[in-house]
Nanobody
Framework: QVQLVESGGGLVQTGGSLRLTCAAS????????MAWARQAPGKEREFVAT????????SYRDSVKGRFTISRDNAKNTVYLQMTSLKPEDTGVYYC????????????WGQGTQVTVSS
């Protein structure tokens, strides 16, 4: 059974930084896409960044480009999200997800980690 466990969230002031970690286990990940998504109170979940575990290609939503960096460590089945220049609008629960290769389906999700950016 696939398990994704996020950590690293917390309370930070505007302009601060946090590094989120997603530890994956119980399945295969080397050919999968992985992603970080977030959900703010009263809003829909949105994807923040994605990465191919196969070749490391990454993509970002426009609002985080230049501030967030997604990376992976295939040996550890771990995905990271380095967040800098944080803004109050970055506040939310951040989730890690795994994509089924060749599909648009995200079949596994973690429990989430809270990120709060104070103004």
């Amino acid at each position: 059974q696939v398990q994704l466990v996020e950590s690293g969230g917390g309370l930070v002031q505007t302009g601060g930084s946090l590094r989120l970690t997603c530890a994956a286990s119980g399945g295969t990940f080397s050919n999968n896409g992985m992603a970080w998504a977030r959900q703010a109170p009263g809003k829909e979940r949105e994807f923040v960044a994605t990465i191919s575990m196969l070749d490391g290609r990454a993509s970002y939503r426009d609002s985080v480009k230049g501030r967030f960096t997604i990376s992976r460590d295939n040996a550890k089945n771990t995905v990271y999200l380095q967040m800098t220049s944080l803004k109050p609008e970055d506040t939310g629960v951040y989730y890690c997800a795994r994509n089924l290769p060749g599909t648009a389906e995200w079949d596994s999700w973690g429990q989430g980690t809270q990120v709060t950016v104070s103004s």
